[in-house]
T-cell receptor
Framework: EDQVTQSPEALRLQEGESSSLNCSYT??????LFWYRQDPGKGPEFLFT???AGEEKEKERLKATLTKKESFLHITAPKPEDSATYLC???????FGAGTTVTVRA | EADIYQTPRYLVIGTGKKITLECSQT?????MYWYQQDPGMELHLIHY???????EKGDLSSESTVSRIRTEHFPLTLESARPSHTSQYLC????????????FGNGTRLTVT
């Protein structure tokens, strides 16, 4: 059965305190792993797609990496505006994880 | 700027009423989706469509129905609302090619009393 699990559920960081979020997956044939950011009261916003193990993508303070079993979203020197829920998805959006809610305090 | 629009933004309605949640996109995307999201929970796919006259059920059992008569429009209808339908409903669209990212609307928050 295809499954996506994200950890931790919540992450509270001090401004500038780098950390990582995890997305582990079990799918029969990965055709892309997607990361989205969701702000309260809004729909998710696309961040990255990763296709193969070893691939990395970066956007500002965010860097996503992919292995054969999991993906990491690294947040480097976060700022309060990075506070959001980060979702990962596989199978072109047919299966989402529950997300990690990141809170960055000034 | 939003290229995918959902209305209403909030809806409070009584049990047994029929409701339609509207979703329109201006990007010419072939694929469209409806998700249900409860606080702190994952998005559950309710329905999706590959194009006009195409509709498929997702993994979440639902009493809702959808139609796709025009490319840009993908409304979701609940024939008889129940308190268990209280949730956030998100509409999304994407290009037809595999692994195209989803573009989401800002959702409809439905409360059934």
């Amino acid at each position: 059965e295809d499954q996506v699990t994200q950890s931790p559920e919540a992450l509270r960081l001090q401004e500038g305190e780098s950390s990582s979020l995890n997305c582990s997956y079990t799918v029969s044939g990965l055709r892309g792993l997607f990361w989205y950011r969701q702000d309260p009261g809004k729909g998710p916003e696309f961040l990255f797609t990763l296709y193969s193990a070893g691939e990395e993508k970066e956007k500002e303070r965010l860097k996503a990496t992919l292995t054969k079993k999991e993906s990491f979203l690294h947040i480097t020197a976060p700022k309060p505006e990075d506070s959001a829920t980060y979702l990962c998805a596989v199978l072109a959006g047919l299966s989402f994880g529950a997300g990690t809610t990141v809170t960055v305090r000034a | 700027e939003a290229d995918i629009y959902q209305t209403p933004r909030y809806l409070v309605i009584g049990t047994g009423k029929k409701i339609t949640l509207e979703c329109s996109q201006t990007m010419g995307h072939d694929k469209m989706y409806w998700y249900q999201q409860d606080p702190g929970m994952e998005l559950h796919l309710i329905h999706y469509s590959y194009g006009v006259n195409s509709t498929e059920k997702g993994d979440l059992s639902s009493e809702s129905t959808v139609s796709r008569i025009r490319t840009e429009h993908f409304p979701l209808t609940l024939e008889s609302a129940r308190p268990s339908h209280t949730s956030q409903y998100l509409c999304a669209s994407s290009e037809l090619r595999n692994n195209s990212p989803l573009h989401f609307g800002n959702g409809t928050r439905l409360t059934v009393t």
